[in-house]
Nanobody, 125 residues
Framework: VQLQASGGGLVQTGGSLRLSCAAS????????MGWFRQAPGKEREFVAA????????YYTDAVKGRFTISRDNAKNTVYLQMDSLKPEDTGIYYC???????????????????WGQGTLVTVSS
């Protein structure tokens, strides 16, 4: 499984960005997908996860009501719509694929088997 994240950039506080993560392979619809982020000097932290069908979501409290995770299984792509961005949202955003869990939406990076290369999001104050 190969994941390619894109869509990062520089945005002002209150702005929006939409991240995309394109996956290779024909079994994308069987993967739980997640987004994580890593700020400078900090550990990778969970942002959002999405079930295989897209019907269930899980967000960290810091982004609830501002970020939306979604997927298009026909396009093998997962998205992260980020609105009302804050400087503390700055970091490298990574998409991850959990190919083993099935139905559990995990916030632990260790549960994800494959990772994209990351895309940088910078929110200026």
């Amino acid at each position: 499984v190969q994941l390619q994240a894109s869509g990062g950039g520089l945005v002002q506080t209150g702005g929006s960005l939409r991240l995309s993560c394109a996956a290779s392979g024909r079994t994308f619809s069987s993967y739980v997908m997640g987004w994580f982020r890593q700020a400078p000097g900090k550990e990778r932290e969970f942002v959002a996860a999405l079930s295989r069908s897209g019907g269930r979501t899980y967000y960290t409290d810091a982004v609830k009501g501002r970020f939306t995770i979604s997927r298009d299984n026909a396009k093998n792509t997962v998205y992260l719509q980020m609105d009302s961005l804050k400087p503390e949202d700055t970091g490298i955003y990574y998409c991850g694929a959990d190919i083993n869990t099935g139905t559990v939406l995990s916030s632990s990076p260790g549960r994800y088997d494959y990772w994209g290369q990351g895309t940088l999001v910078t929110v200026s104050s």
